[in-house]
C-alpha cells in the first residue's frame, strides 16, 4: 500500500496542509455513491445534517436526528477504504457536552473519525469535552445552517465588520478548544482567507472562496441536482464537464487541488 493509498488519519490533515496539498471534500449518505467518491480521490467525505435536505426532502436541516445520522454514517463507513469520515452532530445533540459526547460515541462507533458541530460561543465547552475524550472535532462556523430559523434564512455571514471580528476570534477559540479541522460556509472570500492565514487547524470552505486549505460541496449540488432549494452561488455542476458520476468527482477533486475551484463567479465579496 502506497502512502496515497492508505486511509487517511486526522493527523494527516495538519500534514496536507503544511505541505500545501488542498483537500477535496464531499458530502455522502450512502454506500454507493461514497465507493465512487472514495474511488475518485476525494479525501473527506462528510456525512452532513444536509441529508434532512437532500434525501429526506425537509427545508432545513433542523428535522435530522442522531438515529438518522448514525444509520448513513454506517452506510457511508462501508462504501470507503481512504477517505477520512467526518460526521455531524444533528440539531441540539450538542446542546450539552453530555449529550454531544452520546452521540458523538455512537457516530465514531458506526464509523466516523471525526464528528462535527456549528458554531462557537457556546459550543466551545462541548468542542474541549469531546476533544478531552478523544474525539476528533470538526467546527462549523459561518453560516450555520442549524441556526436557520435566528438568521432569517441561509445568508453569508460576516460582512459586517463586527461580525467578521467575532468569526475570527470563533475560528482562533474553537483550535484553542480542540478542534482539528474549521468548515467555513457562506463568508466573503477575503475573511475566508484571513482567518485560514491565522487559524493553527486546516480550514475547508464552502461558499468561503479559494483561499482555505481544502474544499466541501454537497453531492447532489455539485452532480447538478435539483435539491428543491434555489441553487447558491458557490455550487458547480461537475458532471456537466465530467461526464459520469465518476468523472465529475475525479473533475471536482482536480479542480480543487489545482486551486481552479472555487473561481470568483462561486465566492463572496
Ligand atoms: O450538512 C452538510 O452537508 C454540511 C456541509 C454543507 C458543510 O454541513
Keep these: 500500500m502506497t502512502a496515497s493509498d492508505r486511509p487517511l488519519t486526522v493527523p ?5 496542509r503544511a505541505e500545501g496539498r488542498r ?3 464531499l458530502t455522502a449518505y450512502g454506500a454507493g455513491f461514497a465507493r465512487t467518491c472514495d474511488a475518485n480521490g476525494v479525501d473527506l467525505l462528510l456525512v452532513g445534517d444536509s441529508l434532512g435536505m437532500v434525501v429526506q426532502g425537509h427545508g432545513s436541516t433542523l428535522p435530522v436526528t442522531v438515529d438518522d445520522m448514525v444509520y448513513h454514517t454506517a452506510c457511508v463507513a462501508r462504501g470507503i477504504r481512504r477517505a477520512l469520515l467526518v460526521s455531524d452532530l444533528p ?6 457536552p453530555e449529550r454531544a459526547l452520546d452521540a458523538a460515541t455512537r457516530l465514531l462507533q458506526a464509523g466516523a473519525a471525526m464528528a462535527k458541530l456549528e ?3 457556546p459550543k466551545l465547552e462541548v468542542v474541549r469535552f469531546l476533544a478531552e475524550r478523544e474525539i476528533p472535532v470538526c467546527s462549523h462556523l459561518g453560516l450555520t445552517p442549524q441556526s436557520v430559523l435566528r438568521m432569517g434564512g441561509f445568508k453569508v455571514q460576516g460582512r459586517e465588520a463586527a461580525a467578521a471580528a467575532r468569526l475570527r476570534e470563533d475560528a482562533l477559540a474553537v483550535a484553542e478548544a480542540g478542534a482539528a479541522l474549521i468548515v467555513l460556509e457562506g463568508v466573503p472570500a477575503a475573511l475566508a482567507a484571513e482567518i485560514t492565514a491565522a487559524s493553527p487547524v486546516p480550514t475547508i470552505g464552502i461558499g468561503a472562496g479559494p483561499h482555505c486549505d481544502g474544499q466541501v460541496l454537497v453531492l447532489h449540488d455539485m452532480l447538478g441536482l435539483d435539491s428543491g432549494h434555489r441553487r447558491p452561488r458557490f455550487v458547480k455542476d461537475f458532471l456537466a464537464e465530467g461526464g459520469s458520476v465518476a468523472g465529475a468527482v475525479r473533475a471536482y477533486v482536480a479542480a480543487v487541488r489545482d486551486g481552479s475551484f472555487p473561481a470568483a463567479e462561486h465566492s463572496y465579496l
Design 12 to 16: 494527516d490533515l495538519a500534514v496536507a
Design 23 to 25: 483537500l477535496a471534500m
Design 91 to 96: 440539531f441540539q445533540a450538542d446542546a450539552t
Design 119 to 121: 458554531g462557537a460561543g
